[in-house]
């Protein structure tokens, strides 16, 4: 199957700075969305991007398809940022069961 | 708030207790999905439900009994679980997946520990 490999595992910044989170996906997928868990085990989602580049805010996403990979980027960072951010994509040719795979997160931790 | 609820919000059960984990989306999705998150592990699909119908089953073992009455409902019932069947539940609903906007949508989990 399908796997999905997120990069750095663990992530520690200061207050401000800026980082970019990266997905590698082995195979082609529907579609893509990143999701920010908070330490009530919640998961938010941030991006629903399938191709191409969103902003919200201080966050913006980018997918490329083609090279199976999609970057997540945080700027002026804040200690609320902190938690678990995961990637995840639907398979293509899943049987359009809209199932997710996940990857295994990127913790971060921003000091202030 | 995502429009996805889930009760209760923490569980602790003997392994011959039988209980009941709830979801419920107010979003109008016709899919609906049960995830389970172990420590240390990423989130892996259990069931998948389309229009009340089960359409994937990723293997789960048969002390987990999934009910999908309608298309805003989804329960886990659960029966003489394991200790390492202890984790985090979490329920989510998307658009009908052959609509093509697949958007998954998550509740806040049900923390279960089973001793």
């Known amino acids: 199957g399908i796997q999905v490999e997120q990069s750095p595992p663990d992530l520690i910044l200061q207050e401000g700075a800026n980082s970019t989170l990266r997905c590698n996906f082995s195979?082609?997928?529907?579609?893509l969305q990143w999701f920010h868990q908070n330490p009530w085990g919640q998961l938010i989602n941030l991006f629903y991007?399938?191709?191409g580049t969103k902003q919200n805010g201080r966050l913006s996403a980018t997918t490329v398809a083609t090279e199976r990979y999609s970057l997540l980027y945080i700027s002026s960072s804040q200690t609320t940022d902190s938690g678990v951010y995961f990637c995840?994509?639907?398979?293509?040719?899943?049987?359009?069961?809209?199932?997710?795979?996940f990857g295994q997160g990127t913790t971060l931790q921003v000091k202030p | 708030e995502t429009g996805v609820t889930q009760t209760p919000r923490h569980l602790v059960m003997g392994m011959t207790n039988k209980k009941s984990l709830k979801c419920e989306q107010h979003?109008?999705?016709?899919?609906m999905y049960w995830y389970k998150q172990s420590a240390k592990k990423p989130l892996e699909l259990m069931f998948v439900?389309?229009?009340?119908?089960?359409?994937e089953n990723n293997s789960v073992p048969s002390r987990f009994s999934p009910e999908c009455p309608n298309s805003s409902h989804l329960f886990l019932h659960l029966h003489t679980l394991q200790p390492e069947d202890s984790a985090l539940y979490l329920c989510?609903?998307?658009?009908?997946?052959?609509?093509?906007?697949?958007?998954?949508?998550f509740g806040q989990g049900t923390r279960l520990t089973v001793v």
């Open positions: 995840a994509v639907e398979p293509y040719g899943s049987g359009n069961t809209g199932k997710l795979i």
């Open positions: 439900y389309n229009f009340k119908e089960q359409t």
């Open positions: 979003l109008g999705h016709n899919a």
């Open positions: 991007i399938p191709s």
């Open positions: 989510a609903s998307s658009q009908e997946p052959r609509g093509g906007h697949t958007e998954a949508f």
């Open positions: 195979d082609s997928v529907n579609n």
